[in-house]
């Protein structure tokens, strides 16, 4: 087994003159090469915390985090963030949006740039690179965003929520091609969101996390019988889809 | 762009430019009305033109004052101190911000000086200026410097500290520096707050020049004003006023253009 993020043990408190707020404790878990994983969890138990954590945007209070079996010190170079607002920036056209990565880590040259362009090109943003983002719908803009996080060539993404501010079918129609990106580019990604449906309908795998401090509740390989083709949308025809959903509803017992 | 409109859309555009038009030319009514009453008044010494001053007298010295060209020279003075003042005051108070929010120990540490430097009425700093600096230009640009430097580095260090967090966040998961961080988003997000502190300090800095004249007084529409209220020449004090409520109005509606540009252009 091919494990590429590997966290030990990892325990996140947060420090504030309010107090000490627990986020994560004694967390451990394994994803896997090139496999697409869902975190659920209620709100506030510490996912987004889980997230900044693989990135190496902040430090665990205990624990290890392992990327390549290499324990993560500052920031993880191949990981690639993608958050749940598209944050591109108004002032600038697509093109230098999802060229800032590039920018940032001086590693923009006529190879990488070409390469923006290429994304820009075949996930149908081509004839957009010299339009502002205020110019373009939610969807194209959150593809966009995804196009600026894969431009600097991350093997992980980590997904936090990335749909969430979309209407309802702007949200499948982007999930679907979102997940058809990452599975083309083969990346491994971890995708964080509230949607059950969502979750069970992309993901190889889904990780429940408790309340807060989050733990691992429970994991679950997601096997659903369709025909090749599969992808999030057809997925969500298949028969056990609603078994899965059902359990991990239960799990997450939410209290109205 | 060039569709046809359905009628009800000309008959809405249609109403929309007549009450436009209403409005324009019941403010020109006013302007005309005023001065209209003015000039009888006076002719009929309903008022006393000697300290009421009258249109047509000031009319008389504005022409008199073009002749010799001392009109150009005062209101270029004024003009170019307040565009120095205000300009100033806003790159070093974006500068003085960049410093703060770089540092945040030093904007808690300074925070309550410049919360009392912002409430102290900075004109009160003026005779202190004059004996600082010298009875010059410079004293002048420095009072005008002095009243829009403090709002515009409150102004532009909220504005930086407002920039959201998740923008900053995504930044540094490209491992991007705190410079990279200020150049490629806390301060081009920050624009639109700077040129919107220009707008405000051209007003500022032209009390600053202003009051700089009364108290230099060498030249300057201040200089103008405070001298003829001196000699009692209430005719040049009057033309003097028209002169820089127009020359105010034209700066402010420059700076106002250059936003919409710049709005424009994003
Ligand atoms: N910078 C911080 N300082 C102090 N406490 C924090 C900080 N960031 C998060 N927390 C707290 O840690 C807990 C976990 O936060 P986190 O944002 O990771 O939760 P989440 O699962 O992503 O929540 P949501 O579902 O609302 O996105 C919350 O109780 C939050 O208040
Ligand atoms: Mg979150």
């Given at each position: ?19 000490e707020?627990?986020?994560?404790k004694?967390l451990s ?31 665990s ?13 500052g ?29 940032i880590q ?12 290429r ?19 939610g ?6 965003a ?24 702007t ?5 679907e091609?979102i ?58 025809e ?16 939410v209290?109205? | ?11 809405f ?8 038009n ?12 005023l ?8 002719e ?9 001053s ?21 209101t270029g003075?004024?003009?170019?101190e ?19 929010w ?8 300074l ?6 430097l912002?409430a ?5 700093l003026?005779?202190?200026?004059l ?10 640009i420095?009072?005008?410097?002095l ?15 407002s920039?959201?967090?998740?923008k ?5 998961t ?6 990279q961080i200020?150049?490629k ?10 040129i919107?502190?220009l ?11 202003i009051?700089g ?10 200089h ?29 509606l ?7 540009k ?5």
């Amino acid at each position: 087994m091919d494990k590429v993020v590997e966290l030990k043990n990892v325990t996140m408190n947060y420090h504030t003159l309010e107090g000490e707020t627990q986020a994560i404790k004694n967390l451990s878990l394994d994803i896997r090469r090139g496999e697409f994983v869902s975190i659920v969890g209620p709100s506030g138990c510490g996912k987004s915390t889980l997230l900044s954590l693989i990135s190496g945007l902040i430090k665990s209070s205990t624990g290890e985090i392992l990327i390549n079996n290499e324990p993560v010190v500052g920031l993880a170079s191949n990981v690639g963030y993608m958050p749940q607002r598209d944050h591109l920036f108004e002032w600038l056209t697509i093109l230098r949006n999802t060229t800032i990565g590039l920018e940032i880590q001086k590693k923009l040259n006529k190879d990488t740039l070409r390469n923006a362009e290429r994304l820009l090109e075949e996930y149908g943003l081509g004839e957009f690179k010299y339009y502002y983002p205020k110019q373009l719908s939610g969807g194209m803009r959150q593809r966009a965003a995804l196009i600026r996080t894969l431009a600097v060539n991350p093997e992980i993404l980590l997904l936090d929520e990335p749909f969430s501010s979309l209407d309802y079918q702007t949200r499948l129609a982007i999930s679907e091609e979102i997940w058809l990106i990452i599975k083309k580019e083969k990346k491994t990604a971890i995708l964080v969101t509230h949607d059950i449906a969502e979750a069970v309908s992309m993901s190889d795998r889904i990780i429940v996390l408790t309340r807060r401090p989050g733990e691992v509740k429970s994991e679950h390989d997601i096997q659903l019988t369709t025909c090749e083709n599969k992808t999030p949308i057809i997925c969500r025809e298949a028969p056990e889809f609603r078994i899965y959903f059902n359990k991990i509803w239960k799990e997450l017992d939410v209290h109205v | 762009m060039y569709e046809e409109y359905s009628s009800e859309h000309k008959e809405f555009i249609r109403k929309e430019k007549v009450t436009n038009n209403a409005v324009m030319i019941s403010r020109i009514i006013i302007l005309v009305a005023l001065f209209a009453l003015w000039e009888v008044a006076a002719e009929m010494r309903w008022i006393d033109p000697f300290i009421m001053s009258q249109p047509s007298r000031i009319v008389k010295t504005m022409v008199n004052l073009s002749k010799d060209g001392s009109l150009f020279l005062h209101t270029g003075v004024t003009i170019y101190e307040t565009i120095i003042g205000f300009v100033s005051g806003t790159i070093l108070g974006t500068l003085v911000a960049i410093v703060l929010w770089w540092s945040s120990f030093t904007a808690r540490v300074l925070d309550p000086y410049l919360v009392v430097l912002n409430a102290l009425p900075k004109t009160a700093l003026g005779p202190i200026i004059l004996v600082w600096v010298g009875g010059t230009t410079g004293s002048i640009i420095v009072m005008a410097l002095l009243l829009s430097i403090i709002v515009t580095i409150l102004n532009v260090y909220q504005s930086f500290k407002s920039c959201d967090e998740d923008k900053i966040k995504l930044l540094k998961t490209f491992g991007a520096t705190k410079i990279q961080i200020l150049r490629k988003v806390v301060f081009p997000s920050s624009i639109p707050e700077i040129i919107s502190t220009l707008k405000i300090n051209v007003g500022l800095s032209l009390v600053g020049v202003i009051v700089g004249e009364f108290l230099v007084s060498k030249a300057g529409l201040g200089h103008l004003i405070i001298y003829g209220g001196q000699v009692f020449k209430m005719d040049l004090v009057m033309t003097s006023v028209i002169i820089l409520a127009i020359a105010a109005a034209l700066m402010y509606l420059s700076v106002a253009w250059i936003e919409k540009k710049f709005v424009k252009m994003r």
